[in-house]
């Protein structure tokens, strides 16, 4: 083995980085089953999960007009299509919140948090962006969200993770509660399900799937190819999760943060902050002086991150050309 090579060096940084926080055993679930829960203890530093619930419960009521009540409430307002409708509408996403990086510091910080950057890192490499960060506050519905991959490609999938999803549990998931479903080892299918095996409730539920328990302050990690849904919720109150969905920097990203963050927004974070979202992103030019102009911007970018901490840039996720 040649470790000059500077895929060796980055992959070697990103084992060193799994054993200092002490991961290695939630990344041998992780290859094992496609999933893996990672505890408050470990994944929330300085009760991380507390300073998101808390703003989440804020941004929720701003867009509904009702303070969410943990306890007894119902889903506030669910979203199907564009059209805001109630909670007899048994919407399966309940309330969607997008775009939290514009929200504040906690959602920088979740962002940045070392657990998530690892994981992320492990199975996306370091040039990893931010595809989209968002939550959902969902109380009880009859139906669930069924089975399917994040990965929406025709099979074979790629083995190796184009995407990943990093779900900040911010209220207990349990199977009662509408916890996140999984099937274990489902990332080796390289797949979608087909539709006879979507199914979470009723005589036809894969009777594959598993609830994920997890306590709030858990980030629940997961592979994009690894299929994964949500139980409905069968008891009173709302659940709330905040999925990270991270992907390879040549994925279509849900969200578009390409110099749509503020430069104070920045300024105050550390340089993989601009790669993480999407600031060094070479294409997506739209005319011929932005076709030079972007990926100067975006390997300026690479290259400060890459400086920051000590690591060769591999160029590999760069166009030559441009
Ligand atoms: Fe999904």
């Known amino acids: 083995m040649n470790i000059k090579d500077p895929a060796e060096i980055l992959r070697q940084a990103a084992w060193k980085e799994i054993q200092r926080l002490e991961l290695e055993l939630y990344v041998a679930d992780l290859d094992a089953n496609g999933f893996t829960v990672i505890p408050p203890s470990i994944a929330s530093p300085g009760d991380l999960h507390k300073r ?3 703003r989440i419960l804020d941004l929720s009521e ?3 007009g009702v303070r969410p009540d943990l306890v007894a409430g119902e889903n506030p307002v669910a979203f199907k299509g564009s059209e805001l409708v109630k909670a007899e509408d048994d919407a399966p996403f309940g309330q969607y919140i997008p775009s939290l990086i514009f929200e504040g510091p906690a959602f920088e910080e979740a962002l940045l948090n070392p657990v998530l950057l690892a994981m992320s890192t492990y199975l996306c490499g370091f040039s990893a962006v931010l595809s989209s960060m968002s939550c959902f506050v969902k109380g009880p519905t009859r139906s669930a969200l069924q089975l399917h991959a994040d ?3 025709p099979a074979p999938m790629p083995a190796h993770a184009l995407l990943c999803n990093g779900t900040y549990v911010l209220t207990e998931f349990n199977r ?3 916890a996140t479903a999984f099937v ?3 990332h080796k299918f390289q797949r979608q399900p087909r539709e006879e095996e979507r199914f979470l409730t009723g005589q036809n539920a894969n009777s594959n799937a598993v609830a994920s328990e997890a306590a709030p302050g858990s980030l629940v990690f997961w592979h994009g190819n690894t299929w994964h849904g ?3 919720r069968t008891v009173p109150g709302l659940r709330v999760s905040m999925p990270v969905l991270m992907a390879r920097p040549s994925m279509r990203t849900e969200e578009d943060l390409f110099g749509k963050i503020p430069q104070a927004v920045l300024d105050r974070n550390p340089a993989r902050f601009a790669v993480l979202t999407q ?3 070479v294409n997506g030019w739209h005319s011929k002086e932005h076709s030079k102009l972007r990926p100067a911007q975006a390997r300026e970018v690479m290259r400060k991150f890459y400086e920051e901490v000590d690591l060769p840039n591999a ?3 760069i166009p030559l050309y441009g």
């Open 151 to 153: 990965t929406f490609l």
């Open 279 to 281: 600031q060094g992103i």
């Open 184 to 186: 274990p080892g489902s």
């Open 315 to 317: 160029d590999a996720d």
């Open 176 to 178: 009662e509660n509408g």
């Open 52 to 54: 998101l619930l808390a």
């Open 230 to 232: 949500a139980f409905n």
């Open 62 to 64: 701003e867009d509904s």
